[in-house]
């Protein structure tokens, strides 16, 4: 059985902005990737919050994150915010960003977020939840180092090239859709190949691009995009938008992770639309979907069960593998 270490979410921000900054990162990098991070984990998505910062501390540490980076925002018309993050972490460009980005939407009824240069984000709702709770819809898209194949193809050209869509509703938790373009997460791969678990049919091509469900063999191939020709489109789509645009590294140009010196230097795209100048009511049409979908329907909605754990998570803490907590805790120049 493994042993728990709890949390309250105060607690684990200074734990993590603490061991970011003995890996190299700025106070404000620290502060950034922390809050990000803490909130995955406070959302239920164990797999991208204190797991993964381990691998942010790992690449700060290398120097695949410029933790000292300072991102570098422009603003070259009234809707458009532009950041270089200058081969540094994802959030602190967001973060510097974040009020002019509203303002431009609120001035405009549209305004987009676009960066290039930085390493990968980590839970993409994250950007998109920030938005929604300002009362913005949001969609938000970013890349990373090809680790899936194409449509036809046996070689990665794609990351996973996550999507995220958040719309507020009235008395109740956002619409919040999270998900990758692959027909699974590369981390869920990587922990069934530590737990030496299989993988379901249909994830991944061996090295010799052959199907498989041997996790270590995926994780020396490639990952399939979900749903065939339909999902590797979306993640092209997805390239485009995050690497397209701003002129970051297109996926099969990233350095990989974790090894070399080089950090990915993907991209990403935020896009947050103000409801209000459709006119009024918005948010009561939302609760009425939402609450007919889920009911009469009995539909699935994305982001309930994340606002479910954000409130146990903010009454009760988090509770985190005794392991991981120890190796952040502990993190060498702490």
Known sequence: ????????????????????????????????????????????????????????????????????AAPEITRPAPAIVLSNAHGGAAHP???????????????????IFSQKNSYTCGALGYFTGRLVEAGFVALATTNGPPIVAGSGGTRAVYCTNPMSFAAPQDGGPPLLIDQSSSATAFVNVRKAAAEGRPIPAGWALDSEGRPTTDANA???????????ERGANIALMVDVLSAGLPGANWSVEAPPFGTGSDGPGTGMFVLAIDPQVFGPGFGKRMRSQIERLGGEYGVHIPGLAKAAARQRSADQGISVPDAIYRRIAEWPGR
């Open 218 to 228: 995926a994780m020396k191939g490639v990952l399939l995009a979900f749903g065939g």
């Open 93 to 111: 460009g967001f973060d510097m960003a974040f009020d002019d980005l509203v303002a431009a939407a609120r001035a405009c009824g549209v305004a």
């Open 1 to 68: 059985m493994t042993d728990m270490k709890t949390l309250g979410l105060d607690e684990a921000r200074a734990l993590c902005e603490q061991a970011a900054m003995s890996a190299g990162a700025s106070a404000e990098t620290a502060q950034s990737i922390a809050r990000a991070m803490v909130a995955a984990e406070a959302d239920g998505q164990a797999s991208v919050g204190l797991a993964h910062f381990i691998d942010y501390l790992t690449d700060l540490q290398a120097g695949r994150i410029k933790g000292k």
